[in-house]
Protein backbone atom coordinates (compact mmCIF):
# COMPACT_ATOMS: atom_id res chain seq x y z
CA UNK A 1 0.00 0.00 0.00
CA UNK A 2 1.49 3.44 -0.35
CA UNK A 3 2.55 5.47 2.00
CA UNK A 4 2.63 8.95 3.35
CA UNK A 5 5.75 11.06 3.81
CA UNK A 6 5.94 12.08 7.49
CA UNK A 7 7.74 15.19 8.84
CA UNK A 8 7.33 16.30 12.53
CA UNK A 9 4.77 18.56 13.87
CA UNK A 10 4.89 20.38 16.85
CA UNK A 11 2.12 21.89 19.02
CA UNK A 12 3.66 25.36 20.37
CA UNK A 13 6.86 24.75 18.63
CA UNK A 14 7.50 27.87 17.46
CA UNK A 15 7.84 28.84 20.86
CA UNK A 16 11.59 30.89 21.13
CA UNK A 17 14.27 28.99 23.07
CA UNK A 18 12.00 25.78 23.26
CA UNK A 19 13.75 22.77 24.30
CA UNK A 20 12.13 19.15 24.77
CA UNK A 21 12.85 17.38 27.56
CA UNK A 22 10.55 14.37 27.21
CA UNK A 23 10.18 12.78 30.76
CA UNK A 24 13.13 14.88 32.33
CA UNK A 25 10.98 16.34 34.56
CA UNK A 26 10.09 13.12 36.03
CA UNK A 27 13.82 11.78 36.67
CA UNK A 28 13.68 9.28 34.42
CA UNK A 29 17.03 7.78 32.27
CA UNK A 30 16.89 5.67 29.21
CA UNK A 31 19.38 3.69 29.38
CA UNK A 32 21.13 1.49 26.41
CA UNK A 33 20.41 -1.85 27.65
CA UNK A 34 18.54 -3.81 25.75
CA UNK A 35 17.17 -0.56 24.09
CA UNK A 36 15.00 -0.58 21.51
CA UNK A 37 15.48 0.58 18.08
CA UNK A 38 12.85 2.02 15.27
CA UNK A 39 11.43 -1.65 14.77
CA UNK A 40 9.80 -3.91 12.30
CA UNK A 41 5.83 -3.57 13.13
CA UNK A 42 4.61 -7.56 12.94
CA UNK A 43 2.81 -8.13 9.87
CA UNK A 44 -0.62 -9.74 11.34
CA UNK A 45 -2.39 -7.21 13.07
CA UNK A 46 -1.72 -4.09 14.19
CA UNK A 47 -0.07 -4.75 17.67
CA UNK A 48 3.23 -5.30 18.07
CA UNK A 49 3.81 -6.08 22.06
CA UNK A 50 7.73 -6.85 22.63
CA UNK A 51 7.21 -6.92 26.06
CA UNK A 52 4.21 -8.51 26.87
CA UNK A 53 2.47 -5.63 28.26
CA UNK A 54 -0.95 -6.87 26.44
CA UNK A 55 -0.89 -10.37 28.34
CA UNK A 56 -4.33 -11.78 28.04
CA UNK A 57 -6.14 -8.44 26.87
CA UNK A 58 -4.66 -8.46 23.47
CA UNK A 59 -8.29 -9.39 22.10
CA UNK A 60 -9.70 -6.30 23.55
CA UNK A 61 -7.08 -3.88 22.32
CA UNK A 62 -7.94 -5.93 18.67
CA UNK A 63 -11.77 -5.23 19.09
CA UNK A 64 -11.21 -1.57 19.89
CA UNK A 65 -8.51 -0.78 17.22
CA UNK A 66 -11.07 -2.89 14.32
CA UNK A 67 -13.57 -1.08 15.27
CA UNK A 68 -12.31 2.45 14.90
CA UNK A 69 -10.88 1.09 11.52
CA UNK A 70 -14.65 0.21 10.92
CA UNK A 71 -16.29 3.08 12.08
CA UNK A 72 -14.04 5.81 11.13
CA UNK A 73 -11.27 4.11 8.48
CA UNK A 74 -8.30 4.71 11.07
CA UNK A 75 -5.96 1.74 11.59
CA UNK A 76 -4.87 2.71 14.37
CA UNK A 77 -1.30 0.80 15.46
CA UNK A 78 0.51 0.27 18.73
CA UNK A 79 3.87 -0.97 19.79
CA UNK A 80 4.89 -1.78 22.91
CA UNK A 81 8.87 -1.90 23.54
CA UNK A 82 11.24 -1.43 26.59
CA UNK A 83 12.23 2.01 25.79
CA UNK A 84 13.13 4.00 22.95
CA UNK A 85 16.98 3.81 22.50
CA UNK A 86 17.64 7.38 24.06
CA UNK A 87 15.13 8.95 21.24
CA UNK A 88 12.52 11.28 21.79
CA UNK A 89 9.50 9.78 21.60
CA UNK A 90 8.37 11.47 19.06
CA UNK A 91 10.95 10.83 16.84
CA UNK A 92 11.03 6.94 17.25
CA UNK A 93 7.63 6.69 16.52
CA UNK A 94 8.02 8.93 13.19
CA UNK A 95 11.16 6.78 12.53
CA UNK A 96 9.02 3.54 13.05
CA UNK A 97 6.07 4.83 11.26
CA UNK A 98 8.21 5.62 8.17
CA UNK A 99 10.33 2.39 8.35
CA UNK A 100 6.79 0.16 8.40
CA UNK A 101 4.99 2.31 5.39
CA UNK A 102 2.10 3.68 7.47
CA UNK A 103 0.08 5.25 5.14
CA UNK A 104 -2.74 8.36 5.29
CA UNK A 105 -4.94 7.06 7.51
CA UNK A 106 -2.59 5.53 9.60
CA UNK A 107 -2.14 6.24 13.15
CA UNK A 108 1.33 4.96 15.47
CA UNK A 109 1.13 4.71 19.32
CA UNK A 110 4.03 3.75 20.63
CA UNK A 111 4.88 3.11 24.26
CA UNK A 112 7.94 2.31 26.56
CA UNK A 113 6.61 0.47 29.10
CA UNK A 114 10.14 0.57 31.34
CA UNK A 115 11.25 4.29 29.68
CA UNK A 116 7.60 5.39 30.58
CA UNK A 117 7.58 7.49 27.45
CA UNK A 118 4.90 7.65 24.58
CA UNK A 119 4.58 8.90 21.05
CA UNK A 120 2.20 9.45 18.46
CA UNK A 121 2.87 9.63 14.59
CA UNK A 122 0.57 10.55 12.18
CA UNK A 123 -0.48 11.59 8.57
CA UNK A 124 -1.71 15.28 8.61
CA UNK A 125 -4.20 14.43 6.23
CA UNK A 126 -5.53 11.46 8.25
CA UNK A 127 -8.47 13.73 9.43
CA UNK A 128 -6.98 13.78 13.42
CA UNK A 129 -5.82 16.85 14.44
CA UNK A 130 -2.37 17.33 16.34
CA UNK A 131 -4.40 19.16 18.85
CA UNK A 132 -7.31 16.29 18.87
CA UNK A 133 -4.61 14.12 19.64
CA UNK A 134 -3.51 15.69 22.65
CA UNK A 135 -6.96 15.99 23.89
CA UNK A 136 -7.11 11.86 23.44
CA UNK A 137 -3.82 11.69 24.80
CA UNK A 138 -4.45 13.83 28.10
CA UNK A 139 -7.87 12.28 28.81
CA UNK A 140 -7.66 8.77 27.85
CA UNK A 141 -4.20 7.41 27.12
CA UNK A 142 -2.69 9.09 30.27
CA UNK A 143 -4.90 8.25 32.49
CA UNK A 144 -4.70 4.52 31.71
CA UNK A 145 -0.70 4.63 31.24
CA UNK A 146 -0.76 5.88 35.25
CA UNK A 147 -2.47 2.97 36.58
CA UNK A 148 0.37 0.99 34.05
CA UNK A 149 -2.99 -0.40 32.37
CA UNK A 150 -1.39 -0.75 29.17
CA UNK A 151 -4.04 -2.53 26.82
CA UNK A 152 -6.54 0.63 28.55
CA UNK A 153 -3.81 2.87 26.69
CA UNK A 154 -4.71 1.83 23.13
CA UNK A 155 -8.32 1.15 24.02
CA UNK A 156 -8.58 4.51 25.26
CA UNK A 157 -6.78 6.09 22.34
CA UNK A 158 -8.70 3.80 19.98
CA UNK A 159 -12.09 5.12 21.62
CA UNK A 160 -10.81 8.81 21.85
CA UNK A 161 -9.72 9.31 18.39
CA UNK A 162 -13.14 7.74 17.06
CA UNK A 163 -14.88 10.07 19.27
CA UNK A 164 -12.98 13.27 18.27
CA UNK A 165 -13.24 12.91 14.79
CA UNK A 166 -16.88 12.23 15.09
CA UNK A 167 -16.94 15.61 17.33
CA UNK A 168 -17.97 13.77 20.51
CA UNK A 169 -16.06 13.82 23.88
CA UNK A 170 -13.93 11.92 24.74
CA UNK A 171 -15.27 8.58 26.13
CA UNK A 172 -14.41 7.46 29.76
CA UNK A 173 -11.20 4.94 30.20
CA UNK A 174 -12.13 1.88 32.62
CA UNK A 175 -9.04 1.88 34.33
CA UNK A 176 -7.74 -2.21 35.24
CA UNK A 177 -4.08 -1.33 37.47
CA UNK A 178 -1.43 -3.74 35.98
CA UNK A 179 1.88 -4.53 36.21
CA UNK A 180 4.15 -1.39 36.54
CA UNK A 181 7.06 -2.92 34.32
CA UNK A 182 6.26 -5.44 31.98
CA UNK A 183 9.39 -5.44 30.43
CA UNK A 184 11.41 -6.23 33.21
CA UNK A 185 10.84 -5.91 37.65
CA UNK A 186 10.24 -2.61 38.54
CA UNK A 187 8.26 -0.84 40.86
CA UNK A 188 8.64 2.30 39.20
CA UNK A 189 5.69 4.37 39.21
CA UNK A 190 6.40 8.04 38.03
CA UNK A 191 4.49 9.84 36.41
CA UNK A 192 3.31 9.77 32.47
CA UNK A 193 4.03 12.26 29.95
CA UNK A 194 4.36 13.13 26.29
CA UNK A 195 6.55 16.21 26.74
CA UNK A 196 7.45 19.28 28.46
CA UNK A 197 8.23 22.51 26.99
CA UNK A 198 10.82 24.37 29.25
CA UNK A 199 11.34 28.01 27.77
CA UNK A 200 14.63 29.79 28.87
CA UNK A 201 13.73 32.96 30.47
CA UNK A 202 10.20 32.73 30.98
CA UNK A 203 7.53 30.06 32.61
CA UNK A 204 7.20 26.47 31.50
CA UNK A 205 4.33 25.18 30.22
CA UNK A 206 2.84 21.71 29.53
CA UNK A 207 3.06 20.96 25.80
CA UNK A 208 2.30 17.41 23.80
CA UNK A 209 4.38 16.49 20.75
CA UNK A 210 3.60 14.30 18.15
CA UNK A 211 4.84 13.59 14.63
CA UNK A 212 3.15 14.07 11.64
CA UNK A 213 2.77 13.25 7.84
CA UNK A 214 2.05 15.44 5.73
CA UNK A 215 1.49 15.01 1.65
CA UNK A 216 0.93 17.59 -1.15
CA UNK A 217 -1.88 16.37 -3.62
CA UNK A 218 -0.71 17.79 -6.34
CA UNK A 219 2.41 16.04 -6.08
CA UNK A 220 1.34 12.97 -4.33
CA UNK A 221 0.32 9.86 -7.07
CA UNK A 222 -0.22 6.76 -4.52
CA UNK A 223 -1.00 3.21 -5.47
CA UNK A 224 -3.96 4.44 -7.83
CA UNK A 225 -1.87 6.89 -9.61
CA UNK A 226 0.62 4.54 -10.42
CA UNK A 227 -2.11 1.43 -11.07
CA UNK A 228 -3.37 3.85 -13.34
CA UNK A 229 0.14 4.16 -15.65
CA UNK A 230 -0.64 1.05 -18.56
CA UNK A 231 2.70 0.57 -19.96
CA UNK A 232 6.31 0.17 -18.49
CA UNK A 233 7.20 3.09 -20.87
CA UNK A 234 4.74 5.29 -19.69
CA UNK A 235 5.98 4.27 -15.81
CA UNK A 236 9.57 4.35 -16.95
CA UNK A 237 9.49 8.10 -18.30
CA UNK A 238 7.30 8.62 -14.47
CA UNK A 239 9.91 7.55 -12.65
CA UNK A 240 12.48 9.62 -14.62
CA UNK A 241 10.57 12.48 -14.47
CA UNK A 242 10.29 12.20 -10.72
CA UNK A 243 13.73 11.79 -9.98
CA UNK A 244 14.64 14.70 -11.81
CA UNK A 245 11.54 16.93 -10.62
CA UNK A 246 12.77 16.06 -6.96
CA UNK A 247 16.25 16.94 -7.41
CA UNK A 248 15.38 19.52 -7.94
CA UNK A 249 13.37 20.24 -5.55
CA UNK A 250 16.02 19.03 -2.74
CA UNK A 251 18.63 21.43 -4.14
CA UNK A 252 16.23 24.75 -3.88
CA UNK A 253 14.87 23.04 -0.22
CA UNK A 254 18.94 23.05 0.40
CA UNK A 255 19.17 26.87 -0.55
CA UNK A 256 15.40 27.35 1.26
CA UNK A 257 16.62 26.08 4.51
CA UNK A 258 19.72 28.70 4.51
CA UNK A 259 17.23 31.40 3.95
CA UNK A 260 14.85 29.98 6.49
CA UNK A 261 17.74 29.38 9.41
CA UNK A 262 18.44 32.86 8.48
CA UNK A 263 15.07 34.70 9.08
CA UNK A 264 13.90 32.28 11.82
CA UNK A 265 16.94 31.08 13.42
CA UNK A 266 18.29 27.25 13.61
CA UNK A 267 15.64 26.23 16.42
CA UNK A 268 12.51 27.35 14.02
CA UNK A 269 14.32 25.51 10.96
CA UNK A 270 14.86 22.36 12.84
CA UNK A 271 11.97 20.74 11.10
CA UNK A 272 12.93 21.85 7.99
CA UNK A 273 16.75 20.68 8.76
CA UNK A 274 14.91 16.64 9.27
CA UNK A 275 12.73 16.80 6.43
CA UNK A 276 15.46 17.51 3.82
CA UNK A 277 17.68 14.69 5.04
CA UNK A 278 15.13 12.42 5.15
CA UNK A 279 14.14 13.98 1.53
CA UNK A 280 17.82 13.46 0.38
CA UNK A 281 18.30 10.47 2.14
CA UNK A 282 14.77 8.97 0.12
CA UNK A 283 15.93 10.64 -3.11
CA UNK A 284 19.50 8.18 -2.54
CA UNK A 285 16.97 5.54 -2.49
CA UNK A 286 15.51 5.99 -5.33
CA UNK A 287 18.50 6.86 -7.15
CA UNK A 288 19.74 3.17 -6.07
CA UNK A 289 16.66 1.69 -7.64
CA UNK A 290 17.30 3.33 -10.81
CA UNK A 291 20.85 2.27 -10.69
CA UNK A 292 20.14 -1.38 -10.60
CA UNK A 293 16.92 -1.02 -13.41
CA UNK A 294 19.57 0.14 -15.41
CA UNK A 295 22.64 -2.35 -14.90
CA UNK A 296 23.21 -5.33 -17.45
CA UNK A 297 20.99 -7.64 -15.26
CA UNK A 298 17.62 -7.82 -16.74
CA UNK A 299 14.33 -7.87 -14.52
CA UNK A 300 10.82 -9.34 -15.70
CA UNK A 301 8.10 -6.78 -16.29
CA UNK A 302 6.34 -7.63 -12.74
CA UNK A 303 9.39 -6.64 -11.08
CA UNK A 304 10.11 -3.61 -13.36
CA UNK A 305 6.79 -2.23 -12.31
CA UNK A 306 7.57 -2.95 -8.59
CA UNK A 307 11.30 -1.01 -8.76
CA UNK A 308 9.46 1.52 -10.88
CA UNK A 309 6.38 1.72 -8.74
CA UNK A 310 9.13 2.47 -5.68
CA UNK A 311 11.06 5.47 -7.32
CA UNK A 312 7.38 7.45 -7.27
CA UNK A 313 6.63 6.78 -3.92
CA UNK A 314 9.86 7.47 -2.94
CA UNK A 315 10.23 10.68 -4.47
CA UNK A 316 6.55 11.44 -3.36
CA UNK A 317 7.67 10.84 -0.09
CA UNK A 318 10.63 13.20 -0.20
CA UNK A 319 8.74 15.82 -2.11
CA UNK A 320 5.83 15.68 0.73
CA UNK A 321 7.96 16.40 3.65
CA UNK A 322 9.55 19.35 1.79
CA UNK A 323 6.39 20.82 0.76
CA UNK A 324 4.96 20.17 4.24
CA UNK A 325 7.68 22.66 6.03
CA UNK A 326 7.78 25.08 3.33
CA UNK A 327 3.47 25.64 3.85
CA UNK A 328 4.84 25.90 7.89
CA UNK A 329 7.38 28.49 6.43
CA UNK A 330 5.13 30.36 4.60
CA UNK A 331 2.69 31.13 7.40
CA UNK A 332 5.88 32.35 9.33
CA UNK A 333 6.65 34.42 6.54
CA UNK A 334 3.39 35.71 6.30
CA UNK A 335 3.38 36.46 9.83
CA UNK A 336 6.53 38.39 9.48
CA UNK A 337 4.79 40.71 6.86
CA UNK A 338 1.54 41.09 8.72
CA UNK A 339 3.19 40.99 12.31
CA UNK A 340 1.56 43.87 13.76
CA UNK A 341 -1.90 42.34 12.82
CA UNK A 342 -1.34 39.44 13.62
CA UNK A 343 -0.02 40.38 16.99
CA UNK A 344 -4.22 42.40 17.23
CA UNK A 345 -5.39 39.09 16.27
CA UNK A 346 -3.85 36.80 18.47
CA UNK A 347 -3.93 39.10 21.59
CA UNK A 348 -7.92 39.92 20.62
CA UNK A 349 -8.14 35.71 20.47
CA UNK A 350 -6.17 35.14 23.60
CA UNK A 351 -8.55 37.43 25.68
CA UNK A 352 -11.86 35.75 23.94
CA UNK A 353 -10.44 32.61 25.24
CA UNK A 354 -9.42 34.02 28.47
CA UNK A 355 -13.28 35.51 28.88
CA UNK A 356 -14.14 31.76 28.89
CA UNK A 357 -12.31 30.49 31.78
CA UNK A 358 -14.24 31.56 34.73
CA UNK A 359 -17.57 29.95 33.11
CA UNK A 360 -15.79 26.71 32.23
CA UNK A 361 -14.29 26.59 35.81
CA UNK A 362 -17.47 27.15 37.50
CA UNK A 363 -19.00 24.41 35.37
CA UNK A 364 -16.42 22.08 35.84
CA UNK A 365 -16.60 22.51 39.84
CA UNK A 366 -20.37 21.49 39.47
CA UNK A 367 -19.98 18.75 37.58
CA UNK A 368 -17.28 17.51 39.87
CA UNK A 369 -19.72 18.36 42.90
CA UNK A 370 -23.02 17.08 41.20
CA UNK A 371 -21.21 13.60 39.44
CA UNK A 372 -18.84 10.95 40.19
CA UNK A 373 -15.18 11.36 39.50
CA UNK A 374 -15.38 8.90 36.64
CA UNK A 375 -17.76 10.94 34.85
CA UNK A 376 -15.63 14.05 35.12
CA UNK A 377 -12.25 12.30 34.29
CA UNK A 378 -12.09 12.75 30.44
CA UNK A 379 -11.87 16.96 31.45
CA UNK A 380 -10.58 16.59 34.88
CA UNK A 381 -6.78 17.75 33.90
CA UNK A 382 -8.35 20.34 31.56
CA UNK A 383 -8.58 23.56 33.95
CA UNK A 384 -4.63 23.46 34.42
CA UNK A 385 -3.71 22.79 31.28
CA UNK A 386 -6.19 25.45 30.04
CA UNK A 387 -4.48 27.61 32.40
CA UNK A 388 -0.54 26.44 30.66
CA UNK A 389 -1.69 26.86 27.77
CA UNK A 390 -2.92 30.46 28.03
CA UNK A 391 0.00 31.56 30.01
CA UNK A 392 2.31 30.08 27.68
CA UNK A 393 0.69 31.90 24.86
CA UNK A 394 0.52 35.34 27.04
CA UNK A 395 4.03 34.93 27.40
CA UNK A 396 4.93 33.96 23.85
CA UNK A 397 2.43 37.46 22.89
CA UNK A 398 4.05 39.84 25.42
CA UNK A 399 7.39 38.65 24.04
CA UNK A 400 6.38 39.14 20.30
CA UNK A 401 5.31 42.54 21.24
CA UNK A 402 9.01 43.51 22.17
CA UNK A 403 11.12 41.98 19.75
CA UNK A 404 8.25 44.14 17.15
CA UNK A 405 9.40 47.37 19.26
CA UNK A 406 12.75 46.23 18.99
CA UNK A 407 12.55 45.84 15.25
CA UNK A 408 12.42 42.31 15.09
CA UNK A 409 9.39 40.80 13.14
CA UNK A 410 11.10 37.61 12.21
CA UNK A 411 11.31 36.39 16.28
CA UNK A 412 8.10 37.97 16.46
CA UNK A 413 6.46 35.51 13.57
CA UNK A 414 7.97 32.50 15.42
CA UNK A 415 6.32 33.88 19.02
CA UNK A 416 3.09 34.41 17.80
CA UNK A 417 2.88 31.25 15.81
CA UNK A 418 3.52 29.43 18.92
CA UNK A 419 0.57 31.45 20.85
CA UNK A 420 -1.39 30.60 17.49
CA UNK A 421 -0.87 26.80 18.19
CA UNK A 422 -1.35 27.45 21.84
CA UNK A 423 -4.74 29.28 22.03
CA UNK A 424 -5.85 26.54 19.43
CA UNK A 425 -5.80 24.02 21.99
CA UNK A 426 -7.21 25.90 24.77
CA UNK A 427 -10.41 26.40 22.59
CA UNK A 428 -10.33 22.61 22.16
CA UNK A 429 -10.30 21.85 26.00
CA UNK A 430 -12.78 24.50 26.98
CA UNK A 431 -14.93 22.64 24.46
CA UNK A 432 -14.16 19.81 25.84
CA UNK A 433 -15.64 20.85 29.09
CA UNK A 434 -18.79 22.55 27.39
CA UNK A 435 -19.58 19.09 25.47
CA UNK A 436 -18.79 16.91 28.87
CA UNK A 437 -21.33 19.27 31.00
CA UNK A 438 -23.81 18.66 27.96
CA UNK A 439 -23.22 15.05 27.65
CA UNK A 440 -23.83 14.31 31.66
CA UNK A 441 -26.80 16.58 31.98
CA UNK A 442 -28.56 15.03 29.30
CA UNK A 443 -27.75 11.23 30.24
CA UNK A 444 -29.00 12.36 34.03
CA UNK A 445 -32.33 13.75 32.55
CA UNK A 446 -33.05 10.78 30.53
CA UNK A 447 -32.00 7.61 33.00
CA UNK A 448 -35.55 8.37 34.82
CA UNK A 449 -37.23 7.19 31.92
CA UNK A 450 -34.96 4.75 31.41
CA UNK A 451 -35.57 3.37 34.68
CA UNK A 452 -38.89 3.49 34.72
CA UNK A 453 -38.71 1.83 31.25
CA UNK A 454 -37.28 -1.07 33.34
CA UNK A 455 -39.99 -1.37 36.03
CA UNK A 456 -42.11 -1.84 33.13
CA UNK A 457 -40.50 -4.52 31.56
CA UNK A 458 -39.87 -6.04 34.72
CA UNK A 459 -43.33 -6.31 35.68
CA UNK A 460 -44.09 -7.90 32.30
CA UNK A 461 -41.46 -10.68 32.65
CA UNK A 462 -42.73 -11.47 36.01
CA UNK A 463 -46.69 -11.59 35.14
CA UNK A 464 -45.45 -13.46 31.85
CA UNK A 465 -46.17 -17.19 31.79
CA UNK A 466 -43.57 -19.82 30.58
CA UNK A 467 -45.17 -21.59 27.48
CA UNK A 468 -45.35 -25.20 26.97
CA UNK A 469 -42.22 -26.06 25.21
CA UNK A 470 -40.48 -22.91 25.83
CA UNK A 471 -38.09 -23.84 29.14
CA UNK A 472 -35.14 -22.65 27.45
CA UNK A 473 -36.66 -18.91 26.80
CA UNK A 474 -38.31 -18.69 30.25
CA UNK A 475 -35.18 -19.25 32.24
CA UNK A 476 -33.24 -17.36 30.35
CA UNK A 477 -35.86 -14.30 30.77
CA UNK A 478 -35.56 -15.16 34.47
CA UNK A 479 -32.17 -14.97 34.49
CA UNK A 480 -32.08 -11.87 32.27
CA UNK A 481 -34.81 -10.63 34.68
CA UNK A 482 -32.68 -10.65 38.04
CA UNK A 483 -29.66 -9.21 36.05
CA UNK A 484 -31.61 -6.25 34.97
CA UNK A 485 -33.40 -5.86 38.50
CA UNK A 486 -29.79 -5.78 40.24
CA UNK A 487 -28.96 -2.79 37.80
CA UNK A 488 -32.07 -0.82 38.24
CA UNK A 489 -31.52 -1.34 42.44
CA UNK A 490 -27.82 -0.16 41.69
CA UNK A 491 -28.34 2.32 39.89
CA UNK A 492 -31.42 4.15 41.81
CA UNK A 493 -28.80 3.76 44.94
CA UNK A 494 -26.16 5.75 42.78
CA UNK A 495 -28.47 8.01 41.92
CA UNK A 496 -29.03 9.29 45.81
CA UNK A 497 -25.23 10.69 45.59
CA UNK A 498 -22.96 11.71 43.13
CA UNK A 499 -22.85 9.58 40.30
CA UNK A 500 -21.83 8.68 36.54
CA UNK A 501 -24.85 9.76 34.55
CA UNK A 502 -23.60 8.00 31.65
CA UNK A 503 -22.00 4.84 33.22
CA UNK A 504 -25.75 4.40 34.63
CA UNK A 505 -27.63 5.20 31.45
CA UNK A 506 -24.94 2.45 29.25
CA UNK A 507 -25.82 -0.27 32.37
CA UNK A 508 -29.19 0.37 32.16
CA UNK A 509 -30.16 0.25 28.84
CA UNK A 510 -28.40 -2.75 28.04
CA UNK A 511 -29.73 -4.55 31.01
CA UNK A 512 -33.14 -3.38 29.44
CA UNK A 513 -32.33 -4.37 26.30
CA UNK A 514 -31.45 -8.09 27.01
CA UNK A 515 -34.44 -8.06 29.06
CA UNK A 516 -36.35 -6.69 26.22
CA UNK A 517 -34.85 -9.60 23.72
CA UNK A 518 -36.09 -12.54 26.27
CA UNK A 519 -39.69 -11.08 26.84
CA UNK A 520 -39.85 -10.77 23.02
CA UNK A 521 -38.34 -14.97 23.06
CA UNK A 522 -40.86 -15.70 25.22
CA UNK A 523 -43.92 -13.63 23.55
CA UNK A 524 -43.21 -15.56 20.03
CA UNK A 525 -43.00 -18.84 21.27
CA UNK A 526 -46.14 -17.91 23.39
CA UNK A 527 -47.95 -17.23 19.62
CA UNK A 528 -46.18 -20.23 18.23
CA UNK A 529 -48.26 -22.62 20.75
CA UNK A 530 -51.53 -20.64 20.54
CA UNK A 531 -51.11 -21.53 16.56
CA UNK A 532 -50.34 -24.70 17.04
CA UNK A 533 -53.08 -25.22 19.42
CA UNK A 534 -55.65 -23.51 16.74
CA UNK A 535 -54.49 -26.08 14.32
CA UNK A 536 -55.43 -29.09 16.33
CA UNK A 537 -58.84 -28.02 17.03
Not at 86 to 99: F, Y
Not at 292 to 304: F, K, S, V, Y
Not at 398 to 424: H, K, N, S, W
Not at 451 to 475: K, N, Y
Request: with cysteine; aromatic share 4%.
Amino acid sequence: MARAARVRVVVCRFAALALLLLGASAGWSVGAVQADAPIQLDRVGQITDKVNALGNRRDEVTAALAQLDAQRGIQLFVAYVRDFSGKAPGNWANETATRNGLGLHDVLLAIATHARQYGYSTDTDSGVTPSQLALVASSAVEPALRQNDWAGAAIGAADGIGAVVAGLPVPTVDVTPGHPDPAASSSDTAGWIAGSVVVVGAIAAAGFYTYSRSRRQTRSRGPAGVASIKSIKELDASAKHALVATDDAVRTSEEELGFASAEFGDEAAAPFTDALAEAKADLMAAFRVRQALDDDIPEDEPTQRRMLAEIIERCDRANARLDAEAKAFDRLRDLVEHAPTALTSAAQAAGAQEARVAAATALFERLRNAYADSATAPVAGHPQQIADRLAFAGDSLDAARVALDGGDPRRAAVLIRGAEACLEQAGLLLDAIDRRSAELDAAAAKLPAALTEMDSDLADAQGLSAPRGAAAASADLAGRAARAQQVLDTVRREMSGRYDPLDALRRAEEADALLDEALNAVREQEQNDRRARSLLK
